[in-house]
């Protein structure tokens, strides 16, 4: 909560304006699950920053399904550090879960990739062009000696196994058989999370829209997404639009009766400072 008022009160001020004279408020949250999460998340903010009225708190696959979605229904799938999955019909039934027993985000594509490199070391696994570029990336000479950096004392942070994604992506797309399996099988768990939440609430597929956002996803393969998306027949994926952040805006302004175009948010959007670029970098993106 203290992380959160802090950036609406950075927003506030870069924008000039002062809380009570915001008409409308949203925010997209991870950690929006559960009923008490919004009991605790939507009178919390509003007192907090002395809004003039109570916030639309949503979770935040829901946010970022209105970047793709003028109407607000469809399947979100966000990939960034982690995923983010959830679906909205016509009827505003939700269903969105904070907590699925897989992954498919940029750091689950790195530690899998990390295994391979360990498993191949040891001749538990195929061998993977993975483990050379991991070597280069963390200057390190072998296997041993990466996971050395990964778990000894004062060692790498988790946050740092980030960096290998972009490497395991453009390595599946050049053929390494052991990134290819990686990424389908990513792109299998986030098409089956995205498949169960339309299930959830009668939503279904065919002409359903399907969001494809988050950092992952920003790559230029299209590997991941096409793994998503088999397992979403006659689905639609909309997939280059603005980045999830951009959804609280469009709900805010929904809120307020104005009809303002997705593009239009992005164009105003501040840059990134590069912080979550990390991982999402990739010289194939030049």
């Known amino acids: 909560m203290d992380e959160m008022e802090a950036a609406a009160r950075q927003a506030l001020a870069t924008a000039g304006v002062a809380a009570d004279a915001i008409g409308a408020a949203a925010f997209s949250l991870a950690g929006a699950d559960w009923p008490e999460d919004f009991a605790l998340l939507e009178p919390g903010l509003r007192d907090r920053l002395r809004l003039a009225a109570t916030p639309l708190v949503v979770n935040d696959a829901l946010g970022a399904l209105r970047t793709g979605s003028p109407d607000w229904t469809g399947i979100a799938v966000v990939s960034g550090t982690y995923n983010a999955v959830g679906a909205r019909n016509a009827g505003g039934d939700v269903f969105h879960l ?9 750091r689950n594509l790195a530690r899998a990739g990390l295994k391979a490199v360990y498993r191949a070391a040891f001749d538990m696994g195929p061998a993977t062009a993975l483990s050379e570029r991991a070597f280069a990336l963390y200057g390190v000479r072998d296997a041993i000696a990466l996971l050395h ?4 004392r004062g060692g790498l942070e988790d946050s740092a196994k980030d960096r290998l994604a972009p490497v395991l992506l453009e390595l599946a797309d050049d053929g390494d058989a052991v990134a290819q399996a990686i990424v389908a099988d990513a792109g299998r768990v986030l098409g089956t999370q995205a498949r169960a939440s339309a299930a959830q609430i009668g939503l279904p597929l065919d002409g359903t829209r399907v ?3 988050g950092r992952v996803f ?7 997404a096409s793994a998503t998306m088999a397992e979403l ?3 639609v994926p909309l997939r280059g ?10 709900l805010a302004y929904d809120r307020l009766g104005l009809a303002i175009d997705a593009s239009s948010v992005a164009a105003g959007l501040p840059a990134s400072d590069g912080r979550s670029a990390r991982w999402a970098a990739s010289p194939s993106m030049a």
Do not use: M, S
């Open 98 to 106: 904070g907590f699925w027993p897989d992954g498919g985000g940029g």
């Open 149 to 152: 950096e990964f778990t000894r």
């Open 211 to 213: 969001v494809l956002t």
């Open 218 to 224: 920003e790559h230029p393969t299209d590997r991941l």
């Open 233 to 235: 027949p006659g689905a």
């Open 241 to 250: 639009g603005p980045p999830p952040i951009a959804g609280a805006l469009l």
